[in-house]
């Protein structure tokens, strides 16, 4: 693992931490217990990566009973949403430009 990965990971970790009040040591295990569980691998081979930031993200959030602020449920439906976003903002300033040069 690279030294930006490991440190997405750890921030990830530190954000939790903040918003919850837990302590990232307690957040790590859990997220190590989470990965074992999901991992078909053995218990040394398993990943944090799908757990923390990849498909299931959400999943140390519920099982610690964390509720994201409004500011970053925007900020996640966003990313998750960030083709239609792109591609919307293009297609309406197209429609608007056209439609101020043809008046």
Do not use: Q
């Not at 009040?21 to 799908?50: F, M, Q």
């Not at 519920?62 to 994201?68: K, M, S």
């Not at 970053?72 to 792109?86: D, S």
């Amino acid at each position: 693992m690279d030294f930006k990965t490991r440190d997405l990971y750890r921030k990830e970790i530190e954000s939790l931490s903040f918003a919850t009040g837990r302590e990232e040591n307690e957040l790590a295990e859990i997220t190590l217990d989470l990965a074992r569980k999901n991992s078909s691998l053995d218990d040394s081979r398993a990943h944090v990566g799908p757990v923390l930031a990849g498909e299931r993200p959400g999943r140390v959030g519920e099982r610690i009973g964390y509720h994201p602020n409004v500011k970053t449920a925007l900020k996640r439906w966003g990313f998750r949403h960030a083709n239609i976003l792109y591609l919307g903002s293009i297609i309406s300033i197209a429609i608007l430009t056209s439609c101020f040069w043809c008046s």
